[in-house]
């Protein structure tokens, strides 16, 4: 009774001076949970497949591999903004306490699964969307804790911490799903159970609620499901849009995925002639009236279109082309492929907390907007790289992306938490973050859709030609040269041996001497797929470019710096004309 009572009193007590950092330092733990398990499984997946005895290259699988890939980034985007209200009304900690426990529950039994094939592969499918509602819960509230515990004046700083630890998190995945998937599959898994069991803890002992929750407020349930709904529409039209369909390379104009993709769009008209009688809504439509929080939002939504498919694209570069040709084995490259991406975390981790810092005293404008002409000209860099590059010239423009990357991010989440009232911090920064998942989704697809596009022109012809110049039946080199792009792309992303995979051992038996060593060699599929790879990804990159100059004229229009209820403008700049005029004041930065 005593020990329960004065934890009672202890929790509701003076906050301790330290208060901010323990805050900081939970959260932060929660974001780099949360955004490295969106990765982690993506290198981990040629041993989770045989580990469940099911080959990915076959085209029926496809379907697993992409849902154990982006069901958790679909969930949490759905989710994210009505776990963000939920935290507005009964409480951010409450919330943010519960998806530690939904996370940590989830990744053990992940850990756990006991059967083979399909069956296997559908377990663990739906294991990663309940973890992924354990990740929506923590991602929804976690910026809103950080905003809450910290003075204006140092919110650029904390958020930058927060958010770029969180956007590294997805490149520290590929290496420790790397490291820990050779040994066992299950550890990419597990290793998330003690120190999601640590942060459950430690949150719910130290956390507390500094916004007082919105009790007389209501879920807006019609909202909620055609929201939720038209978002699962969409993105599900998304995954069987990379698949093939028919005698098509892309299911691009398939009935299926033309009636999802509709009846997604449809549902979010629903949403937003819900939302704009509801007496409680969802989405804080008004919010959109601020111009700082606006123009932040749309700049992390094209961000993230830019940046969200970039990581598929440099991985198949490297594990499909670039390692094996250095005498990297197959079997070794997702190891050596996440590694070569450290420079870009570097980057990102160097300048993340340091423009979020400055950005306090001197505004988010110039480091978000610097932030996204940099890294424009940076894909510029990577567009002039050749295929077989030099590592150094490579590592050098990572490194600058992850710069830029962290110029803009850390600002701008920083200017976006610091323009809404303190009632609406987890509705408002949760539909930022339901913008930014839902482009990573959405980049995904159409980077995927432009590589395998120009995939399609050219690969069938040269892999035909390239497998009967090496004494592969000319029925069997029609037939793989007709396979579709994204299972050719699928055994370059997970570092399979594609001759071995797509031949198949029957016709490997009948080839000797030097034709066997070259088909099955490091060699010859690099070599091979490296013209029509080079097309597809200058499409990609051209369309990453134009998104990152867009971005970077919506953050231009951001206005002068903007502390809800204690704004300033930047010397020569505009004042915010949708701030309401009492919570708008006039300094020098």
């Known amino acids: 009774m005593t020990t329960t009572a004065s934890r009672i009193q202890r929790r509701s007590g003076p906050l301790p001076h330290n208060y901010k950092w323990i805050a ?15 990765s982690i499984t993506i290198i981990a997946m040629p041993d ?65 699964d006991w059967m083979t094939g399909a069956a296997g592969a559908t377990y663990l499918v739906v294991l990663r969307l309940v973890q992924g509602v354990g990740g929506a819960f923590l991602l929804a509230n976690a910026a809103a804790i950080v905003t809450d515990a910290f003075p204006s004046n140092q919110r650029g700083m904390a958020l930058g911490i927060n958010n770029i630890v969180g956007v590294s998190g997805m490149f520290i995945g590929l290496v420790l799903g790397g490291l820990l998937a050779p040994i066992d599959w299950r550890l990419v898994f597990l290793i998330s159970v003690p120190v999601g069991l640590f942060g459950t803890v430690w949150a719910y002992l130290n956390l507390r609620e500094l916004s007082r929750p919105q009790r007389g407020a209501r879920i807006d349930w019609p909202g909620n499901v055609s929201f939720a709904l038209g978002l699962i529409l969409i993105m599900v039209s998304i995954t069987y849009g990379i698949r093939p369909y028919g005698s098509s390379a892309m299911g691009w104009m398939s009935p299926r995925v033309l009636v999802l993709a509709s009846s997604g769009v449809l549902c979010l008209v629903a ?81 993340g907390p340091l423009s979020g810092a400055l950005s306090d005293r001197y505004g988010a404008r110039g480091f978000a907007t610097g932030g996204m002409v940099a890294t424009a000209a940076t894909f510029v860099w990577m567009w002039l790289l050749p295929i077989d590059f030099t590592y150094l010239e490579f590592a050098g423009a990572l490194l600058l992306m992850g710069v830029s990357f962290g110029l803009f991010a850390s600002p701008n989440r920083a200017a976006v938490m610091n323009s809404l009232p303190p009632e609406d911090r987890g509705a408002g920064g949760a539909m930022n973050q339901t913008f930014q998942n839902s482009a990573q989704v959405l980049s995904v697809g159409i980077f995927f859709s432009l590589m395998i596009a120009g995939l399609a022109a050219n690969l069938p012809h040269t892999l035909t030609a390239g497998l009967r110049a090496h004494g592969v039946p000319l029925a069997k080199a029609a037939a793989v040269g007709h396979i579709p792009p994204v299972s050719v792309l699928f055994a370059a992303f997970l570092g399979y041996n594609p001759a071995r995979s797509l031949l198949g051992s029957q016709v490997l038996s009948h080839l000797h001497g030097h034709n066997l060593a070259v088909l099955t060699g490091r060699s010859f599929f690099p070599q091979l797929i490296a013209g029509p790879f080079r097309d597809g990804l200058h499409t990609a990159f051209a369309f990453a470019i134009a998104a990152c100059i867009v971005a970077a004229f919506t953050s231009a229009m951001r206005g002068g710096i903007y502390h809800h209820g204690e704004a300033r403008s930047e010397p020569g700049a505009p004042a915010d004309l949708d701030a309401p005029a009492a919570r708008r004041s006039h300094a020098s930065a």
């Open 271 to 351: 949403f937003l002639a819900i939302e704009l009688r509801a007496h409680d809504p969802m989405f804080r439509l008004p919010l959109l009236r601020i111009r700082a929080f606006t123009a932040g939002t749309v700049s992390t939504f094209l961000a993230a279109v830019a940046r969200g498919g970039l990581m598929f694209m440099l991985i198949i570069w490297l594990q499909g082309i670039w390692l094996p040709e250095h005498g990297v084995s197959f079997t070794s490259t997702p190891l050596q492929a996440g590694l070569a991406m450290l420079p870009l975390t570097v980057g990102m981790l160097f300048a």
């Open 24 to 38: 900081l330092s939970n959260t932060t733990l929660a974001v780099l949970l949360a955004t490295l398990d969106g």
């Open 48 to 112: 989770i497949f045989r580990g469940i005895h099911l080959n990915p290259l076959q085209a029926g699988n496809s379907f697993y591999l992409l849902w154990m890939v982006l069901g958790y980034l679909i969930v949490s985007s759905v989710l994210i903004v009505s776990l963000g209200r939920l935290g507005d009304m009964f409480g951010r900690v409450k919330i943010y306490n519960l998806g530690f426990v939904i996370y940590t529950a989830a990744s053990l039994l992940l850990t756990i």
